[in-house]
C-alpha cells in the first residue's frame, strides 16, 4: 500500500534537536490528519487539515507544530520534545472532512525516540 | 463524550478457531463504525465499516454487525490463519462537530499459532 507515505520511517532525536516528519498523500484526497500512537493507550488525534486549512488542534503542546502546504503533503515540526512524546506518528488522508462515512487510509508511521 | 470500548487482549488462538473481539461503543447520534486493522511494522487498514444500525460490514472472512439496542460492533471470524495475527482497533466516527473525526479503542492484539 502506497497511497500514504510518511518518512522518515524511525527517528531519535535529543530534547533539544529540531526535526520534522513528512507525509504525502497519492489518492487525491483533501483532508490529512496527525496521530499519536502510543502503547497501552488510544490512538490520539493530534491535527486535521481539511483543503490546507486547519481544522482541529486536539490541545496539542506547542512544541509539535503542523504545515501543510498542499493538500497532498504534511509535516509534523519538532522542537524541544520530551520523553514522554516518544511514540508512532501515524498521517491519515480522507476525501474530506465532511463525509461521516469516509474511510481514512493511514500510512506505516515514524517510530519517533525522543532520548 | 463519544467513546470506544473493546476487550482487553492479548487474544491468542490456534488456527481455524472461531474469533470474536469484543467493541461497544458510546455516542451521541448515529455514527458509522470502523474496525482496522495494524499488521507489525505498519500503519492502519480498514477492514470493514458498517453506516447504519443493522448493517454487517465483511471482508476477508471477517464480519462484524451494527447493533444500536446493544451499541455494539463485534469482530467475528470463523477460521483464523496465522497471517491474521496483528492488532485488531474498533473505532466510530464522531459526529459532533463538523470535522469527520474518528475515535479508536486501545486496540486488541490477536496472536494465532499453527
Known amino acids: 500500500e502506497t497511497g500514504v507515505t510518511q518518512t522518515p520511517r524511525h527517528l531519535v532525536m535529543g530534547m533539544t534537536n529540531k526535526k520534522s516528519l513528512k507525509c504525502e498523500q497519492h489518492l487525491g484526497h483533501n483532508a490529512m490528519y496527525w496521530y499519536k500512537q502510543s502503547a497501552k493507550k488510544p490512538l490520539e488525534l493530534m491535527f486535521v487539515?481539511?483543503?490546507?486549512?486547519?481544522?482541529e488542534n486536539n490541545s496539542v503542546p506547542s512544541r509539535f507544530s503542523p504545515e501543510c502546504p498542499n493538500s497532498s503533503h504534511l509535516f509534523l515540526h519538532l522542537h524541544t520534545l520530551q520523553p514522554e512524546d516518544s511514540a508512532l506518528y501515524l498521517c491519515?488522508?480522507?476525501?474530506?472532512?465532511?463525509?461521516?462515512?469516509?474511510?481514512?487510509?493511514f500510512g506505516p508511521g515514524t517510530r519517533l525516540t525522543v532520548l | 463524550g463519544n467513546s470506544v470500548t473493546q476487550m482487553e487482549g492479548p487474544v491468542t488462538l490456534s488456527e481455524e478457531a472461531f474469533l470474536t473481539i469484543n467493541c461497544t461503543y458510546t455516542a451521541t447520534g448515529y455514527p458509522s463504525l470502523f474496525w482496522y486493522v495494524q499488521y507489525p511494522g505498519e500503519g492502519l487498514q480498514l477492514l470493514l465499516k458498517a453506516t447504519k444500525a443493522d448493517d454487517k460490514g465483511s471482508n476477508k472472512g471477517f464480519e462484524a454487525t451494527y447493533r444500536k439496542e446493544t451499541t455494539s460492533f463485534h469482530l467475528e471470524k470463523g477460521s483464523v490463519q496465522v497471517s491474521d495475527s496483528a492488532v485488531y482497533f474498533c473505532a466510530l466516527s464522531d459526529r459532533s462537530g463538523a470535522t469527520n473525526k474518528l475515535i479508536f479503542g486501545t486496540g486488541t492484539l490477536l496472536a494465532v499459532q499453527p
Open positions: 487539515y481539511n483543503f490546507k486549512e486547519q481544522t
Open positions: 491519515a488522508s480522507s476525501q474530506d472532512t465532511g463525509g461521516f462515512t469516509d474511510t481514512q487510509y
